[in-house]
């Protein structure tokens, strides 16, 4: 923090966190259902931030490449787990290895020449290089699963239509180009939205924390211009080589479809809330008795 400016202590946190109690509180007065996922988010926000904080502190003191690739490994094993088990709802055989290999090869060249078109030097600097490649794996997450979600459910629900096409003579992927075609609009459209908007209805987080940083506005302004074409194109490269793995995956060489490598109903994250709220409900309803009938048998 600047001089001028007190530090943040978790008691600020704390006031912030009031408006997702806020909305916590209104998701059950109205019965929306969404003041579980809210709350569950925003304490996984905190804990995580809070060890990246103190990890990333060793690392930018370090000042060490190999340091920097350890770290940006780690995010990327990571950042396939949340998009598998926790960003789509069905999943395919095999589906984490092939999306962390899809990261890595768009994550990582699109980070190292990102970097250089930002003229850092050296080009691994940590206290640069690792916050961009997050942003980057933060948007190539979410558009995976997007993407990965959609295609799943078209082969679980109009089936069918697929297979008349096999059926007529057409290759699988030409079967299957409609169904990742309109996949990929899907998983994209939120990138190609915050294109549209940036700098002329929202600024950018990029861009505010350089001008708050002490840069110029016109510098700002290219760092965000890059950064945003360096979003657009990892999270393109990595949802089309996730959308390969998975048709390669789920209609096989003989161009057949293979429902049987298709599973998964829910995310590992929403089932352990669930779990965990069955949970407490069996042990409120075993003491509520006795707490209502004063202790009597």
Same mark, same amino acid.
């Given at each position: 923090m600047s001089d001028d400016q007190p530090p943040l202590t978790y008691f600020n946190v704390g006031l912030a966190f009031s408006f997702i109690t806020l909305d916590a509180v209104l998701s059950l007065v109205f019965g929306l259902g969404i003041g579980t996922t809210l709350v569950v988010a925003a304490v996984r926000c905190v804990v995580q931030l809070s060890v990246m904080s103190l990890i990333l502190d060793s690392i930018f003191a370090a000042n060490n490449p190999w340091g920097v690739a350890g770290i940006v490994l780690v995010l990327n094993l990571l950042g396939a787990f949340e998009a598998v088990f926790n960003k789509s709802k069905k999943r395919f055989t095999n589906m984490f290895p092939f999306v962390l290999m899809s990261l890595l090869i768009s994550v990582v060249p699109i980070s190292l020449a990102g970097s250089a078109a930002m003229r850092r030097n050296p080009i691994w600097k940590p206290n640069q290089f690792i916050p961009v490649s997050g942003m980057l794996l933060g948007n #190539? *997450? !979410? #558009?995976? $699963?997007? $993407? !990965? !979600?959609? *295609?799943?459910?078209?082969? @679980? /629900?109009? %089936? /069918?239509? *697929?297979? @008349?096409?096999? #059926?007529? $003579? #057409? !290759? %699988?992927?030409?079967?299957?180009k409609p169904v990742a075609r309109d996949a990929l609009k899907l998983a994209l459209l939120p990138t190609v939205n915050q294109m549209s908007v940036i700098g002329l209805i929202s600024i950018p987080g990029l861009m505010t924390g350089a001008v708050l940083g002490g840069a110029s506005v016109d510098q700002a302004g290219k760092l965000q211009m890059i950064l945003m074409f360096m979003i657009s194109a990892s999270s393109a490269l990595s949802v089309l080589s996730v959308m390969l793995c998975t048709l390669a995956t789920v209609c096989d060489a003989s161009h057949r479809i293979r429902p049987d490598r298709i599973y998964g109903t829910e995310t590992v994250l929403s089932g352990g809330v669930k779990s965990l709220g069955r949970l407490v409900t069996r042990g409120w309803k075993k003491v509520a008795p006795r707490k209502l009938g004063g202790g009597r048998s």
């Open positions: #190539a *997450i !979410s #558009a995976i $699963g997007v $993407g !990965s !979600s959609t *295609i799943l459910k078209e082969f @679980t /629900d109009n %089936r /069918d239509k *697929i297979e @008349t096409y096999l #059926a007529m $003579g #057409a !290759s %699988r992927f030409e079967a299957c």
